[in-house]
C-alpha cells in the first residue's frame, strides 16, 4: 500500500473516531444520569465593546484559580470546558481596553454563560460607581484596526501580521495591493502606477497564496497567458471595501493549502454576528488626478471626445440580525472610478566605440509612452450566517468583482540611425542626429481589459461540547479579456507608423533628469499624417483567460484535556482547477485597400484630436513647422472598418495563423486531493506546542495539439521547414486535423509543519515556525508545441518531467506587547528553495530527440530542476504604539514603523534587500489626520544585477472631520512625492545610467460618509 495511501485512510479513521472521542472527553456518561457532585462544568458567553458595536474575536479568557484559558472566536464567543465545580473568577484581556472580571458558580456537569462588556482605556474612570457615557466617545479606528492586529497576532500559532482594512486610512478605490503597501515584508508588482501583484518576502508573486476566508480563489489574467507567473493572484479582481481585515502568515499550518513558500494572504470578509443590532453605511467619493484636477470637460482618454476626469465612486453597507438573532446578514456593494496618468521615458543605448567613435554610450532611441486611463471597479459580496440550532450553524459566501480597464497607451520613439550619425560631445545630455535612417515612429495602442470573478462559498459548522466539524464547499470563476473594439469601438492598433529620414535635436537639463525637448530639423514634416507609413492594422484585441476552481473540505477538530490539554485537527480536501488561455489578436490584422490606400498616408484624414504632451516631464516636441506630432485616430479607424469593411483585407500570414491558432492555445487541468492531520497542545503554562502533517496528491492534464511529424506532413504534399509547414492547410493538417492529446502527470508530497510559541512573560513572546510548502511549474512549462528557430538554431520545448519546486521555511519572531496598544517584534526567517526552475541549454542527444528532422546541430532549450538549493533570508523589525500616556491631547496619537532586510545566495531579480516603512495617526476633537510612508533601496531587475530599480520613498496623507454623530468627511492623497520609478543599467567601466523613468502624478480621493 502506498504511503499517502495509508495516511489518507488514517485521516479518514481519525474523522470518524472524532465524534467517539468528543463523547468520551465529556465523560460518555447516559444523557439522562445525574452527574456526580464533582463533575465538571463549562463557561460560555460572548465578549463584546460598546464603544465600536462590535464582539471581540481573540479576546484572553483566563481562570483565576486554575490558570485555565482560552480565546474568544468569532461573534466574540468563547468557551472554558472542563471547568471545575465551584466558583471560578473570570478575567477578560484585550489589549487598548480594561480587563474585566466576574464570578461565577459553576455547578456540577452544568453550563454557565457569562457575557463581558469591554471599555477602551481611552474613556475616563471617574471612580466607582460611576455611569461612563459611552455616547461621547469618538472611536479612532486606526486604533481598534492595531488592537484586533495585535490581538490576532499574539493568538496566532502562525507567524501572522494582520491588519484591519481601515488602519492606513479610507481606501475607497478597493485596491488591496495598495493598502498593503505598508505592510512590513510586501513588494508590489505594479503596472502603470497601479498594483496588480504583491510579492512577499522577496519571492515572486507565483509563490504567494491568496485566500479569502481561508478558501482559494481563481484568478485570471490574460495579459499573463501562460507566463512564469500566471499563477499569481490578480490584485485587480477583488476588492478590500467588504473586507473586515487582511491576514499575512508567514509560515503556513498543516490546516491549510501548501502552495504558499512566500506566505499567505488571507482576506476575511465582515460578519454580521461579530457586530450588535443593525449597521448601515453608505459613502460617496470622488476621485481625481493632479495631472487634470478640474471638474471641467477634457480631452482624453478617447480620442474623439473631452470628458470630465473627476470620477464618482460610491459603497452601500448594509447588516443585521434576523429571527431572535439566529440569521445574521451582510451586504456590502462598491463602485470605485478614477482616472490616471503615467508616462514612460524609456533610453535604448549603444555601448560599443569604435576606432572612430570613442563615446562610451550614444543614445540610439527615445521612448515616450503616455499612458491616461480610466478604471473602474464594482465589487459586491453578501455574507449570511444561519444558526439553525444550538449546534449547527449554516453560511453562505457570494463575492462578484468586476474590472474595467481603458487606456489608451500612445507611443511615440524617436531613432538616431547607427551611432556614428548622432552628433555631440556629450550624446546623453544633447544631440543630433545626421541620418536617412533617423525616424519617428508612433503606435497608438487601445487597451480596453476586462475581468469578472464570481465566488459562492456555502458552509457548514457543526459543534458539540469540545467537537466541532466543518464542511465547507468553494466555487470559484475568474474571466479575464481584451475588447477595445466591441467596448470602446476602436481598433487594437495601428502597428507603429513611421517617418523615415526625419532627423532632430534632443537636449535635457541633466542626465539624471528626462525633460527632453525635441525638435524636428529635417525630413518630412512628423505633424502631418501624409508622413508616416500605414502598415497592417489590428482592429481587436484577442488576449482571453479563464479560471474555474471548485474545491471541497471536511475538518474535525477535538478539544481533549487527559494529560495534557490537546487540540486535535484533522480533515480531507479535494481542489479542481481548470485554466485556458487564448490569443488570437494576430489573426486580426487587416490591410488598408480603401481610397487613399498605398504606403504611406492613408491616415491623414484620421489624425487624433487628443494632442500628444510631455507636461508631465516637463518635456515637449515640436515638427519642422512647429506642430505636434501626429497620431491616427483609433476610433476613428475602428469606424472606417465598421462602416467600410469592403476597404480592408485580412492580412493572414502562415506564423501569424500558427501563433493564432496552435501556439498560444492551451487549456490545463489540476486536481490537488489532500489530508492532515494536526496537534496542538500547552506545555505547562508558558508554552504552546503545534505540530502536523500534510499530504497532497496533484494529477495534471495538460492538452496540447497531436502534431504529424514532419516526414508525414511532406508525405502529404505539404512543404515544411524548420519542422513546420509552411501554408496554412499544411498548419491545419499537421496541428489541427487531429484530435488534442492529453500530457498527464502525477506526484505526491508530504508536508511538516510545526511551530513553539513560548512566552518569558504574559508581554514577551518567542515564536518558532516551521513549515514546508510547493511551487507547482507553470502551464507553459509543462505543455506545449516546440518553438523551432532555423536562424540561431535552438528549439524551445517544454519540459512534461518538470518537478515542482520545494520549499523549506524557517521563521521566528520575538515580540513585546504593551500598553496601549502596542509591540515591537524582530523577526527572522529562512527559505530554501529546492528543484529551482531554470532555463536550461541541451544537445540534442542529451535532450533525448529521436524526431525525423535532422536537429543535431541545434541547441534545445527547456526548463529543468536545478540541482542546486537557494536560500532567501530575512530580518523584520517592526514597531507600533498608540501614545496616549503622554497626556490628554496625545490619547489618540499612534505611531509605527517598520524594517524589512532581504538577503538571497543569488542575485534574485526584483527581491528588494532593503525596505523601510512608517506612519502616523492624530485624532483631536472631530478631526484626524495620518501620514503613511515607505522607503525601498535598490533593487536588481537581472540576475546579473547590473540592471537595477533606482531607490525610491513613496508617501500618502489624508484627513477627516466628523460633521455629526452620523456623518464625516475625508480626503486622501497617494504619492504625494510624485517621485517616478527609475531603472539604472550599470555596464563596467560606464557608470550607471537612466534607462526608463515612470511617473504617475498624484491622485486624491474626496468622501463623505454616513454610518446609522
Not at 498616408?601 to 515637449?620: H, K, T, V
Request: aromatic share 8%; charged share 20%.
Amino acid at each position: 500500500m502506498k504511503p499517502r495511501t495509508t495516511l489518507a485512510l488514517f485521516i479518514t479513521c481519525l474523522l470518524a473516531a472524532l465524534p467517539m472521542h468528543a463523547q468520551s472527553a465529556a465523560g460518555g456518561a447516559p444523557a439522562k444520569a445525574v452527574p456526580p457532585a464533582t463533575a465538571p462544568g463549562t463557561v460560555t458567553g460572548r465578549v463584546f465593546s460598546p464603544n465600536t458595536g462590535e464582539y471581540l474575536r481573540n479576546a484572553q479568557v483566563r481562570i483565576e484559580e486554575t490558570g485555565q484559558t482560552t480565546t474568544s472566536e468569532n461573534g466574540g464567543e468563547y468557551r472554558l470546558s472542563p471547568v471545575p465545580a465551584g466558583r471560578a473568577t473570570l478575567v477578560v484581556a484585550y489589549t487598548g481596553f480594561r480587563s474585566a472580571s466576574a464570578t461565577v458558580t459553576i455547578a456540577a456537569g452544568a453550563t454557565v454563560t457569562q457575557d463581558f462588556n469591554l471599555i477602551s482605556t481611552l474613556v475616563t474612570d471617574t471612580g466607582p460607581g460611576t455611569t461612563i457615557k459611552l455616547e461621547k466617545f469618538v472611536v479612532s479606528s486606526e486604533r481598534e484596526g492595531n488592537a484586533k492586529a495585535i490581538m490576532d497576532q499574539r493568538n496566532s500559532m502562525n507567524v501572522t501580521n494582520t491588519v484591519a482594512s481601515d488602519t492606513f486610512g479610507d481606501n475607497a478605490e478597493g485596491n488591496i495591493g495598495e493598502f498593503m503597501r505598508h505592510l512590513p515584508g510586501v513588494d508590489l508588482d505594479q503596472n502603470y502606477g497601479e498594483v496588480r501583484n504583491v510579492r512577499l518576502r522577496g519571492l515572486g508573486s507565483e509563490y504567494t497564496s491568496v485566500t479569502i476566508d481561508g478558501v482559494s480563489l481563481a484568478s485570471a489574467d490574460a495579459n499573463a497567458g501562460a507566463a512564469a507567473n500566471a499563477r499569481a493572484f490578480t490584485m485587480e479582481m477583488a476588492s478590500l471595501n467588504s473586507m473586515e481585515s487582511i491576514e499575512v502568515s508567514k509560515t503556513v499550518s498543516a490546516d491549510v493549502d501548501a502552495n504558499a513558500p512566500a506566505g499567505t494572504i488571507n482576506l476575511k470578509t465582515k460578519r454580521a454576528f461579530d457586530r450588535a443590532g443593525r449597521r448601515f453605511t453608505w459613502q460617496a467619493t470622488a476621485a481625481m488626478h493632479s495631472e487634470e484636477f478640474t471638474l471641467h470637460r477634457t480631452p482624453g482618454p478617447d480620442d474623439d471626445r473631452n470628458s470630465r476626469k473627476i470620477r464618482p465612486g460610491g459603497i452601500l453597507e448594509y447588516s443585521d440580525v434576523f429571527f431572535d438573532k439566529r440569521l445574521g446578514v451582510v451586504l456590502n456593494v462598491s463602485e470605485s472610478n478614477v482616472y490616471q496618468e503615467a508616462l514612460i521615458t524609456t533610453h535604448t543605448f549603444n555601448r560599443t566605440p569604435t576606432a572612430a567613435d570613442l563615446r562610451p554610450e550614444v543614445l540610439t532611441a527615445l521612448s515616450f509612452q503616455h499612458a491616461p486611463r480610466f478604471n473602474k471597479r464594482f465589487a459586491t459580496t453578501l455574507t449570511t450566517d444561519f444558526r439553525a440550532t444550538r449546534q449547527l450553524a449554516l453560511s453562505l459566501g457570494l463575492v462578484y468583482n468586476y474590472a474595467d480597464l481603458w487606456t489608451p497607451q500612445r507611443t511615440v520613439t524617436f531613432n538616431t540611425g547607427a551611432r556614428a550619425t548622432v552628433i555631440g560631445p556629450d550624446p546623453l545630455l544633447r544631440f543630433r542626429t545626421n541620418s536617412t535612417a533617423a525616424s519617428a515612429v508612433v503606435n497608438p495602442v487601445g487597451v480596453a481589459k476586462l475581468g469578472e470573478t464570481f465566488t459562492v462559498l456555502p458552509k457548514f459548522e457543526y459543534k458539540a461540547g469540545n467537537l466541532e466539524v466543518e464542511g465547507r464547499i468553494a466555487y470559484s470563476d475568474a474571466t479575464s479579456w481584451y475588447n477595445p473594439k466591441n467596448r470602446r469601438g476602436t481598433i487594437r492598433d495601428a502597428n507603429s507608423p513611421a517617418a523615415t529620414g526625419v532627423n532632430w535635436r534632443a537636449e535635457r537639463s541633466s542626465t539624471s533628469d528626462v525633460d527632453w525637448k525635441i525638435t524636428q530639423i529635417s525630413g518630412p514634416d512628423i505633424a502631418t499624417g501624409a508622413s508616416f507609413t500605414n502598415p497592417s492594422l489590428t482592429v481587436n484585441d484577442g488576449r482571453f483567460s479563464r479560471s474555474t476552481l471548485m474545491s471541497g473540505e471536511v475538518i474535525g477538530t477535538l478539544k481533549t484535556s487527559r494529560l495534557l490539554p490537546v487540540t486535535w485537527k484533522a480533515g480531507l480536501k479535494d481542489r479542481y482547477e481548470l485554466r485556458k488561455f487564448e490569443d488570437d489578436q494576430l489573426i486580426k490584422r487587416y490591410d488598408y485597400i480603401g481610397p487613399g490606400a498605398g504606403p504611406a498616408g492613408a491616415w491623414s484624414n484620421y489624425r487624433s484630436a487628443y494632442e500628444y504632451d510631455l507636461g508631465m516631464i516637463d518635456g515637449g516636441i515640436a515638427s519642422i513647422s512647429g506642430g505636434k506630432v501626429f497620431l491616427p485616430d483609433l476610433e476613428k479607424l475602428g469606424r472606417l472598418h465598421r462602416d467600410r469593411p469592403g476597404d480592408f483585407r485580412q492580412n493572414v500570414t502562415v506564423p501569424n495563423y500558427y501563433e493564432s491558432f496552435v501556439a498560444r492555445r492551451r487549456r490545463f487541468e489540476e486536481e490537488i486531493r489532500a489530508g492532515f492531520v494536526m496537534a496542538t497542545g500547552a506545555v505547562g503554562s508558558r508554552a504552546t506546542v503545534r505540530a502536523g502533517l500534510r499530504w497532497e496528491d496533484t494529477s495534471t492534464d495538460a492538452t496540447e495539439p497531436d502534431t504529424r511529424p514532419p516526414a508525414e506532413v511532406r508525405a502529404a504534399g505539404f512543404p515544411v521547414a524548420a519542422g513546420r509547414a509552411t501554408t496554412i492547410q499544411g498548419i491545419d493538417y499537421q496541428f489541427l486535423s487531429q484530435p488534442r492529446i492529453h500530457r498527464k502527470g502525477d506526484y505526491d508530497n508530504l508536508f511538516p509543519s510545526g511551530s513553539i510559541k513560548y512566552l518569558f512573560t504574559r508581554n514577551l513572546n518567542l515564536h518558532l515556525g516551521y513549515s514546508s510548502t510547493i511551487r507547482r511549474p507553470t502551464y507553459a512549462n509543462l505543455a506545449g508545441v516546440w518553438a523551432i528557430n532555423d536562424e540561431n538554431l535552438r528549439v524551445t520545448a517544454p519540459n512534461p518531467g518538470l518537478r515542482p519546486e520545494t520549499s523549506q521555511n524557517l521563521a521566528a519572531r520575538l515580540a513585546y506587547y504593551f500598553e496601549p496598544v502596542g509591540q515591537l517584534s524582530v523577526s527572522l526567517f529562512q527559505n530554501r528553495v529546492e528543484d529551482l526552475h531554470l532555463s536550461d541549454q541541451l544537445t540534442a542527444e542529451e535532450f533525448g530527440y529521436a524526431g525525423d528532422d535532422d536537429l543535431s546541430n541545434y541547441t534545445f532549450v527547456t526548463t529543468n530542476n536545478s540541482e542546486s538549493r537557494v536560500k532567501i533570508r530575512g530580518m523584520e523589525v517592526e514597531y507600533s504604539q498608540s501614545l496616549s500616556f503622554l497626556g490628554e491631547r496625545f490619547r489618540r496619537l499612534s505611531v509605527r514603523a517598520s524594517y524589512t532586510r532581504n538577503y538571497a545566495e543569488i542575485i534574485t531579480p526584483n527581491l528588494t534587500p532593503h525596505g523601510v516603512s512608517g506612519g502616523i495617526n492624530y485624532t483631536l476633537g472631530r478631526c484626524n489626520a495620518y501620514v503613511n510612508s515607505n522607503w525601498s533601496d535598490d533593487v536588481p531587475t537581472s540576475v546579473t544585477g547590473l540592471s537595477y530599480r533606482r531607490h525610491r520613498t513613496n508617501l500618502d496623507a489624508g484627513g477627516g472631520w466628523r460633521l455629526t454623530n452620523h456623518l464625516s468627511l475625508s480626503v486622501s492623497a497617494r504619492n504625494l512625492l510624485n517621485t517616478p520609478y527609475i531603472n539604472m543599467q550599470r555596464v563596467p567601466p560606464n557608470a550607471a545610467t537612466l534607462t526608463r523613468n515612470e511617473i504617475t502624478g498624484l491622485s486624491y480621493t474626496f468622501a463623505l460618509k454616513g454610518v446609522y
